[in-house]
């Protein structure tokens, strides 16, 4: 088994003339936070969606513990061992908190039903901080908890890599010093996240590197001080007078 989790080389998508992800390469190693930066437009969620089984890319390579899953479908990936959250809150709103929960389990490896998929739902629902909200309408929650349930979802599947879209976005202060917690304490379950984040705070406390896109190309790697300081990047957020 491949020390790399996650090993994205040369992947690429075109829309028609447009190059929505053009080269991205990057690798997540066990326990670590890598962010994928860069401004509104950069190719962040269509990358995203290319590793997830969401779209298939033009060429390039996706894999996971070394197998090859570029193109697969997302059932597929989800069951080797990534999940993923989504830039709006996608929950099932009629149902129940815990409902929402044992539906993620449902393409995991050794699923699980009834009285012991509940049973583990609650249980992720008291690792997000949901305890006792589990028999609630999922719509009816805040948007911080319902952002929660759709983590306490994406960890129903087991997985070993965890893609965060903006999972931090629209939270007050306090909300977010909570987030930024319940984020770096996942490495403690041993899952490994790869995260597209706007939060500048939240990238410089929780990521050991980055990757920064814009246009669809990589344009920096480094640690967060390093990106965020390299004068291509400011330039791509503010443009060239800042840079």
């Not at 959250?85 to 995991?108: H, K, P, S």
């Not at 814009?214 to 965020?228: E, F, K, N, R």
Request: aromatic residues 4%; glycine residues 10%; neutral net charge.
């Amino acid at each position: 088994m491949s020390s790399v989790l996650l090993d994205v080389q040369g992947l690429s998508r075109r829309f028609g003339g447009l190059k929505a992800v053009d080269g991205l390469s990057l690798q997540i190693r066990p326990r670590e936070i890598v962010g994928l930066l860069g401004p509104n437009g950069s190719g962040k969620t269509t990358a995203l969606n290319l590793i997830s089984g969401v779209l298939a890319p033009d060429s390039g390579s996706v894999k996971i513990d070394g197998h090859e899953f570029a193109g697969s479908p997302a059932y597929r990936i989800t069951h080797h061992g990534v999940g993923r959250t989504f830039q709006l809150v996608r929950l099932f709103n009629t149902m129940t908190v815990r409902e929402n929960v044992v539906a993620g389990m449902a393409f995991t490896n050794g699923r699980l039903f009834g009285r012991e998929a509940a049973k583990q739902a609650e249980s992720l629902l008291e690792r997000v901080g949901l305890a006792g909200y589990a028999g609630k309408e999922a719509g009816r929650l805040t948007y911080m908890d319902q952002k929660k349930v759709e983590l306490a979802r994406a960890l129903a599947g087991r997985p070993k890599v965890l893609l965060l879209d903006e999972w931090l976005a629209g939270l007050n202060p306090t909300e977010l010093i909570d987030a930024i917690a319940l984020v770096r304490s996942l490495k403690d379950d041993d899952i490994s996240i790869l995260m597209v984040e706007h939060v500048l705070e939240a990238v410089r406390s929780l990521c050991d590197h980055c990757v920064v896109m814009t246009a669809g190309v990589p344009i920096s790697y480094g640690t967060p001080a390093q990106v965020l300081s390299n004068p291509e990047v400011i330039r791509a957020y503010l443009g060239d007078e800042h840079a």
